[in-house]
């Protein structure tokens, strides 16, 4: 005879922490490794400028001469907020009190990228 606690299982819902935490690592792992393992002999790589698409904000760093130093990217807005930030090179997510940072490797090139778009 089955109880009632094994008769049905309950999915357990992800807290604020772990959904901003997966969001990161997302998009790390799309900056880090563009394509996946699947893909990599019939796709060529997502190029930057279809990244910076979805891009709602751009920070740039510059020394005190106003010469390109790095960039942080805002990506996410409204509930969690979710910057690329190309100096550390982490994916930093905040959301209420939760602070998430997840490094990755530059795979599209995205600093490059911003350093020509303020150049121009």
């Known amino acids: 005879m089955l109880s009632s ?4 299982a309950k ?3 992800e807290t604020c922490e772990e ?3 997966r969001m990161c690592k997302n998009i ?3 900056i ?3 394509l996946k393992k699947e893909d990599r002999e019939t796709i060529e790589v997502c190029p930057a400028s279809d990244f910076m698409e979805g891009v709602y904000d751009i920070r740039y760093i510059v020394d005190r001469e106003k010469r390109y130093f790095s960039a942080e990217l805002m990506v996410a807005g409204g509930g969690p907020t979710i910057w ?3 100096n550390t090179m982490e994916v930093e997510g905040y959301w209420g009190g939760d602070k998430v940072l997840v490094p990755f490797r530059d795979g599209l090139d995205l600093d490059s990228y911003c350093e ?3 150049a121009c």
């Open 5 to 8: 606690n094994n008769s049905t």
């Open 11 to 13: 999915k357990k819902s």
């Open 19 to 21: 959904q901003l935490r």
């Open 28 to 30: 790390a792992d799309s």
């Open 32 to 34: 880090s490794d563009p």
């Open 84 to 86: 690329v930030n190309l």
């Open 116 to 118: 020509e778009m303020y």
